[in-house]
């Protein structure tokens, strides 16, 4: 069965306030300066916020769209962009197939528009950057994750850490090109020649689990309820303990 997918265009005009305030309580206007095509279905979209007072990697925002006759969208999302004091973070989106807000930005938002984000939000989820971490991510799941990689990367931290990553296909593989030697991809649906397909197992886990850094390893799982669920069991069942999984759900 086919659907129709309507793009929606109610907010073309976002609504402006807030310029300049500095707290993670208050709306501040962020403005698109850049669309990065990701996958066919995930764009990494960038966003001048000058008074933005920083984050830590793996925290989210609040993102608010205001339409001209005065509705409000309003939806979390992951900061994908290491902290780096630039005025600019970037948010990488799915596109959620008739999504009001993934939606919007996926058909009708150009450079120039404005919305407005609070935050950072959420130090539960925050990697300071200063243990082992192992990181577990399913599609869009990988957005936060990717701000601790490119934190590890941009500060030449030597603590360990690892990413296992679940897409469907290489195609649907978010960031595909930065990843690196920390990276194990995961394909459930389509691989690579020699590449076997399925979903993440205790076999991608385990040998992670016994490389034992000092200090032990402090687990990040984000993805959907039920790939928070699959993964953080992995995890328990492979030793690593409940009390040191943190957990980021999307659904
Ligand atoms: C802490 C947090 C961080 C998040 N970070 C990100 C991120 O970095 N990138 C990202 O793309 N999303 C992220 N999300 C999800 C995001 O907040 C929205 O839920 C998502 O963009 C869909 O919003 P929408 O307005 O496009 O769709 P809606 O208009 O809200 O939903 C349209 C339809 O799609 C369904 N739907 C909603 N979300 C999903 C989904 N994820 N998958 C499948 N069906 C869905 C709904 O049930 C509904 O039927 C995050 C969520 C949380 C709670």
Do not use: K
């Not at 993102?63 to 005025?87: F, K």
């Not at 008739?98 to 058909?107: I, K, P, Y």
């Not at 990697?127 to 799941?141: C, F, Q, T, V, Y």
């Not at 799982?221 to 699959?230: D, I, L």
């Amino acid at each position: 069965m086919t659907e129709t997918f309507t793009p929606p265009t109610r907010f073309a005009v976002p609504g402006r306030i807030a310029v300049g305030e500095q707290t993670a309580t208050l709306w501040q206007t962020a403005t698109l300066t850049e669309i990065r095509r990701e996958t066919p279905h995930a764009a990494t979209f960038r966003f001048a916020v000058p008074a933005w007072a920083g984050h830590l990697p793996g925290q989210h925002l609040q993102l608010r769209l205001t339409a001209e006759d005065g509705y409000v969208a309003q939806r979390h999302y992951s900061i994908a962009s290491a902290p780096d004091g630039s005025g600019h973070i970037e948010l990488t989106l799915d596109h959620v197939e008739g999504g009001e807000v993934s939606g919007w930005f996926h058909t009708v938002a150009r450079p120039g528009d404005t919305v407005e984000v609070r935050g950072p939000l959420s130090g539960f989820f925050a990697w300071p950057g200063d243990r082992p971490a192992l990181l577990l991510g399913a599609g869009s799941g990988v957005v936060p994750l990717m701000s601790m990689v490119r934190h590890h990367r941009a500060r030449g931290l030597t603590v360990p850490l690892r990413l296992l990553v679940s897409a469907r296909g290489p195609e649907e593989l978010i960031y595909a090109r930065e990843f690196g030697a920390e990276t194990t991809p995961v394909f459930t649906r389509t691989a690579p020649d020699g590449v076997p397909v399925g979903r993440m197992t205790a076999a991608h886990v385990a040998p992670l689990l016994a490389e034992r850094p000092e200090g032990g390893w402090e687990a990040y799982v984000c993805g959907s309820n039920g790939f928070a669920e699959h993964a953080s069991r992995l995890l328990v069942e492979a030793g690593q303990p409940v009390h040191r999984i943190r957990i980021e759900r999307f659904g």
